[in-house]
């Protein structure tokens, strides 16, 4: 029973993305079909248009395997083994100092506007109450 | 013949991760995980028996059709974790656009100035991204989809083996900078080092991801237009 269950929510995810990439056509965006589906979907969900129920088998099925559906797109790399050796070996070099800089400048830069913020909401509640006050008045 | 072989190369890649994923259930080790030994699995046998890549995408391309609704499900997650999104969105969203600029155009730089060419280039460009994403930006940028797909795995290894490094050398104090770090630049890898942090690291990382997927695939051709412009 469950096993139909996740079956049609799969095919429901399916159609999400169909749409997806329909609307990616019609209007011609530079973003994916399926991230405009993953958008939609999403957009359904905080509205309680499409009740999260619907949609959480399946999804759940999909994400605890999602590695074995990369394995064909990967395995392509059976034409390009050079990489692994000579001037491939430099990608590799480029590719660990670039993820370490996103790492780290992604990491200061969201510390550094969590604590702009955090210092505005620590004023916050002053400022509210005098404009409660205010009200008040009025 | 057509119709069995597409669903012997299906079964094939199934058994295989199958198998894979109880190896790394049971040791628990980094480079166990079934995204990369099924990988090499599946390639050293298709090697070793003479298969083309073209043969046993008969049947992959059945298995890769399903990439489209895997990225559609990624919103469940992303609904499961509003909350941390919305108290948080303005230090994720900016953590995650200033980190994948970053990112992609350093990557793109030194690999244009090493004289890669192009196609090398713009498969460079989505690595942050988490795979089922990245090959579909990768593709429609006129990158190759399976070094996109190789490229994202040593991102993700690089933040899950040398994050513990990184937070030390770097200092990242916060367990929410930890976290969208770890989720921006190695997506699902990432994530499932920021277990390690508590339950602060690991929600942030795992909403990075998803954003870091939406404004990776504006961004991205954005940067590789500037770039080829």
């Known amino acids: 029973m469950k096993i139909i269950r996740v079956i049609a929510e799969v095919g429901l995810l399916y159609v999400f993305y169909l749409i997806g990439d329909y609307l990616q056509k019609l209007l011609h965006l530079p973003v994916p079909g399926s991230i405009v589906g993953l958008l939609l979907l999403f957009v359904l969900l905080l509205l309680r248009i499409v009740p999260v129920k619907l949609i959480e088998n399946g999804s759940s099925f999909i994400l605890a395997y999602l590695p074995m559906f990369f394995i064909p797109a990967t395995a392509g790399i059976m034409n390009h083994l050079d990489i692994f050796s000579g001037r491939g070996l430099l990608l590799i070099a480029i590719l660990v100092v670039s993820s370490v800089l996103t790492m780290v400048v992604t990491a200061h830069s969201s510390e550094w506007i969590a604590g702009l913020s955090a210092s505005r909401s620590s004023r916050r509640p002053y400022r509210a109450r005098g404009i409660r006050e205010k009200g008040k008045e009025a | ?229």
């Open chain 2, 1 to 229: 013949m057509r119709i069995l072989l597409a669903a012997g190369f299906v079964l094939f890649n199934v058994v295989i991760y199958l198998m894979m994923a109880l190896l790394y259930k049971r040791y628990r080790l980094p480079v166990l995980l079934p995204a990369l030994t099924a990988t090499f699995t599946v390639v050293v046998l298709l090697l070793g028996f003479h298969i083309s890549y073209d043969t046993y995408m008969i049947g992959g391309q059945w298995i890769n059709r399903l990439l489209g609704p895997a990225v559609v499900s990624l919103a469940y997650p992303l609904y499961k974790q509003r909350n941390v999104l919305w108290e948080n969105l303005p230090a994720v969203l900016g953590g995650t656009i200033t980190g994948l600029l970053v990112g992609m155009l350093s990557g793109l730089l030194m690999a244009a100035s090493l004289g890669f060419s192009k196609i090398y280039v713009l498969s460079i460009l989505p690595k942050s991204i988490t795979t089922a994403v990245a090959i579909q930006i990768s593709g429609n940028l006129g990158g190759d989809s399976s070094l996109t797909s190789v490229f994202v795995m040593i991102a993700g290894f690089t933040g899950a083996i040398g994050g513990p490094y990184i937070i030390k050398l770097f200092r990242i104090r916060s367990e929410s900078g930890i976290g969208i770090g770890l989720g921006t630049a190695s997506h699902a890898l990432g994530t499932a080092k920021a277990l390690e942090y508590g339950e602060q690291s690991v929600s942030m990382s795992s909403v990075a991801m998803t954003v870091c997927a939406i404004v990776g695939s504006i961004v991205g051709p954005l940067v590789a237009w500037i770039m080829y412009h």
